[in-house]
Each structure stands twice: as structure tokens, then as C-alpha cells.
T-cell receptor, first 111, second 113 residues
Framework: SQELEQSPQSLIVQEGKNLTINCTSSKTLYGLYWYKQKYGEGLIFLMMLQKGGEEKSHEKITAKLDEKKQQSSLHITASQPSHAGIYLCGADWGSNYKLTFGKGTLLTVNP | DAGVTQSPTHLIKTRGQQVTLRCSPKSGHDTVSWYQQALGQGPQFIFQYYEEEERQRGNFPDRFSGHQFPNYSSELNVNALLLGDSALYLC????????????FGAGTRLSVL
């Protein structure tokens, strides 16, 4: 069974709208990493969360990790076409080596 | 400051052949991880190299092997290619003690015919 679930699978929003992407882990996270990927290209690191209740922001993107360290959300405020792409969450469950990724959320922002 | 670089960008092989993919890590990084990403899926961990040794391996057969050189660059070798090996192969580099933040290259698109 999938140990890291992302929702929704895809999302279409109008430019200027806010949106949220969720990532749920089946077990306690040591670290949670958010990446963005343009189709067929490499992953761009966005943010890393490690502490329960932690929240980080970069420009118009905010990521949070819940207190139990099993769920994270990525929130984009006033979306722009440049935000379009695939958002992936990656879990570190304490191995300190590999990341396990969700299937990704495809975001389309219509101008 | 160059990021993670991978070569080649695209590759077409036939079943049964062997392939070698190359990766140069970001400056200052000493650890290289390889991932396979099938269409519509998230990347799957193949293995990680540190100090020229394979430190951890994902659920991939022995046909997948690797190497890390003294300058920290790395190669991924796949023998006896199958159609199912067609995917985007991503290399990521990181530095020990820096929160395991992995920085990815643009990938090598492998097509097996």
C-alpha cells in the first residue's frame, strides 16, 4: 500500500486564486520535503519541514507540518501561471538516506 | 555555482542492451542518490553512494548497479535492459549533516525499444 498519499491528484485554478495540496504519511515523519517539477524535468527543492507544528514560507508558498508529524500541506496564495507544474512531497522516515515520494499533484493555473 | 548535471539528456536503447548514465553533484556535495521516475509516478529510490560505497539500496534488481568516483561524481549502470526500464532517471546530490536536502539534476530520459 502507498505509504505517502498526495491529494488532490490534479488541480485546475484560475490565476489569482488560492489553493492547498495535502500530503499524508502512514507513519511519523522525520522530515518532509516539498519539490516542484516541470513536466519531464528535474525536481526543484522548495522547503523542508522537520518539527511538529512547523511552518515555512517562500514568496507566495507556505508549507506546514502538523503536530503529529504525519500530515503536511502546501498552500499557494494568489496563484500565477508560473506556479504551474507537478508538486511532490518526499518523506524521510528516519533512514537519513532515501526519500520516498508521493505520486504528485499536477497544478494548472489558467490566466 | 553549477548545480547537479546529468548526461546524456536522452537515450534510446533496445532490449537486452546495457546503459551507463552519469552524474556530477553540486559543488560541495559528497553524496549521490539515484531515482527512477516512471510516467505519472513519483521518483523511486534506487540507491545512494557515499564515500565511494553503496550505502542504501531500494527495491531494484541487481541489474542496476552504480559507482561513485573520488571526485564524488557517479554512474548508474543498467544491464539486460527491459521495456519496463523506460523512465526518467534522476540523480540527486546532498551533503552530510545538512538536513538531507537533496538537489536534483534535470534527469536522463531512457527509452527502451
Amino acid at each position: 500500500s502507498q505509504e505517502l498519499e498526495q491529494s488532490p491528484q490534479s488541480l485546475i485554478v484560475q490565476e489569482g486564486k488560492n489553493l492547498t495540496i495535502n500530503c499524508t504519511s502512514s507513519k511519523t515523519l522525520y522530515g518532509l520535503y516539498w519539490y516542484k517539477q516541470k513536466y519531464g524535468e528535474g525536481l526543484i527543492f522548495l522547503m523542508m519541514l522537520q518539527k511538529g507544528g512547523e511552518e515555512k514560507s517562500h514568496e507566495k508558498i507556505t508549507a506546514k507540518l502538523d503536530e503529529k508529524k504525519q500530515q503536511s500541506s502546501l498552500h499557494i496564495t494568489a496563484s500565477q501561471p508560473s506556479h504551474a507544474g507537478i508538486y511532490l512531497c518526499g518523506a524521510d522516515w528516519g533512514s537519513n538516506y532515501k526519500l520516498t515520494f508521493g505520486k504528485g499533484t499536477l497544478l494548472t493555473v489558467n490566466p | 555555482d553549477a548545480g547537479v548535471t546529468q548526461s546524456p539528456t536522452h537515450l534510446i536503447k533496445t532490449r537486452g542492451q546495457q546503459v551507463t548514465l552519469r552524474c556530477s553533484p553540486k559543488s560541495g556535495h559528497d553524496t549521490v542518490s539515484w531515482y527512477q521516475q516512471a510516467l505519472g509516478q513519483g521518483p523511486q529510490f534506487i540507491f545512494q553512494y557515499y564515500e565511494e560505497e553503496e550505502r542504501q539500496r531500494g527495491n531494484f534488481p541487481d541489474r542496476f548497479s552504480g559507482h561513485q568516483f573520488p571526485n564524488y561524481s557517479s554512474e548508474l549502470n543498467v544491464n539486460a535492459l527491459l521495456l519496463g526500464d523506460s523512465a526518467l532517471y534522476l540523480c540527486a546530490s546532498s551533503s552530510q549533516g545538512k538536513g538531507n536536502i537533496q538537489y536534483f539534476g534535470a534527469g536522463t530520459r531512457l527509452s527502451v525499444l
